[in-house]
């Protein structure tokens, strides 16, 4: 069975700062999509940045980018120049390519203060 | 693109009754889930559609939870005999295709007395 954890409950960064989010997965799978969900507190689930894991390149999105370390089954998120709409909880979800559904790890709640 | 709607937003029950609750996908999306959110927890996948197949069901989805996509436009999931222990949030969400970004509704709130 396919898990992601992610050891970090929650987080606070100021404004303008840089944050790093962990994330780790299992897998026996060779070919798979690593995403990352934001939930702000409206609930509303909304895509930050994907990843597949054939591309070495790290995948990027203005001020979101990854570090994918796909031996290690390491997929953190850096969210740099943090705002305050930054805050919400941050999922890391991992779906092989032979599954059909998207496995979400527990989150991290992510405070950006002034 | 409107996005996915679910209705309702919130619903308030006692124990032992029936609910239903409605999502409708993004129209050219042919795979519609269904997750179950609680608070602190990430979301628990439930079931999938691919048109109108229920092509998975996890674990979680006793024989009180049904759901339908009957003509491959919107689905429905009901609950029955609702328990204290069903309260949370239930997600929808809808794609054009396998490992294709999962597009979410805001949820209907299930609260269960």
């Known amino acids: 069975a396919q898990t992601v954890t992610q050891s970090q409950p929650e987080m606070s960064v100021q404004e303008a700062e840089t944050v790093t989010l962990s994330c780790t997965y299992d897998?026996?799978?060779?070919?798979?999509?690593l995403f990352w969900y934001k939930q702000p507190p409206s609930r509303q689930m909304i895509l930050v940045i994907r990843?597949?894991?054939?591309?070495?390149q790290n995948a990027t999105e203005n001020r979101f980018s990854v570090n994918f370390q796909k031996a290690a089954k390491s997929f953190s998120l850096k969210i740099s120049d943090s705002q305050l709409g930054d805050t919400a909880m941050y999922f890391c979800?991992?779906?092989?390519?032979?599954?059909?559904?998207?496995?979400f790890g527990t989150g991290t709640r992510l405070q950006v203060t002034l | 693109d409107t996005g996915v709607s679910q209705d309702p937003r919130h619903k308030i029950t006692k124990r032992g009754q029936n609910v239903t609750f409605r999502c409708d996908p993004i129209?050219?999306?042919?795979?519609l889930y269904w997750y179950r959110q609680t608070l602190g927890q990430g979301p628990e996948f439930l079931t999938y559609?691919?048109?109108?197949?229920?092509?998975?069901k996890s674990r979680l989805l006793s024989d009180r939870f049904s759901a339908e996509r009957p003509k491959g436009s919107f689905s429905t999931l009901e609950i029955q005999r609702t328990e204290q222990g069903d309260s949370a949030m239930y997600l929808c969400?809808?794609?054009?295709?396998?490992?294709?970004?999962?597009?979410f509704g805001s949820g209907t709130q299930l609260s269960v007395l």
């Open positions: 969400a809808s794609t054009p295709g396998p490992n294709e970004k999962l597009f």
């Open positions: 897998t026996s799978e060779n070919n798979y999509y």
């Open positions: 990843q597949e894991a054939y591309k070495q």
């Open positions: 979800a991992f779906i092989p390519g032979t599954a059909s559904k998207l496995t």
């Open positions: 129209s050219e999306h042919n795979r």
């Open positions: 559609f691919q048109n109108e197949a229920q092509l998975e």
